[in-house]
């Protein structure tokens, strides 16, 4: 079997399992999928953690200062916030852990998303980091399917 094979059936086995458990649980479905997307867009393994959890968390952390801000200062037009802390989320980028910014982008977006919906920010984190741990089970399963496939 090859790992595209495999890596189909191990993330399509965990998406069913997480839908279930994040229905149980009240978390936001789509936080976990688009952490798990983050995580193999980052490069997977012991990177794409690193650089999944690290961008994701710091999306949602600009995220919350952009409507802390915009409420501590409701006359300042939202847009102003936006263009600040979106060319930092760029600008974190010369510090490694935070060097993939489409994934603190994901991040923040996520946070948009789910607030709209009325999700809080702790059960976002926790939907992109269940996401972001959903893609190595899948990718190290994918893995050993392959292997004893060979």
């Not at 995220?63 to 037009?77: K, R, S």
Request: glycine share 14%; with cysteine; net charge neutral.
């Amino acid at each position: 079997m090859t790992y595209l094979i495999s890596v189909g059936v191990t993330v399509g086995i965990l998406a069913g399992v997480w839908c279930l458990a994040a229905d149980n649980f009240g978390l936001i479905i789509f936080a976990g999928f688009l952490g798990w997307a983050t995580y193999f867009a980052a490069g997977a393994g012991v990177k794409g953690v690193k650089l999944g959890l690290c961008s994701n968390l710091s999306g949602v952390i600009w995220g919350l200062a952009t409507t802390a801000l915009c409420g501590i200062f409701p006359d300042v037009p939202y847009y102003f916030f936006t263009i600040i802390f979106a060319a930092i989320m760029c600008w974190q980028a010369h510090v490694q852990l935070l060097s993939f910014i489409p994934g603190t982008f994901i991040g923040n977006a996520t946070y948009y998303a789910a607030t709209a919906l009325g999700g809080n920010p702790i059960i976002i984190v926790v939907g992109l980091v269940c996401g972001i741990f959903l893609g190595l089970i899948s990718d190290k399963s994918a893995r050993l399917l392959t292997k004893t496939e060979q």
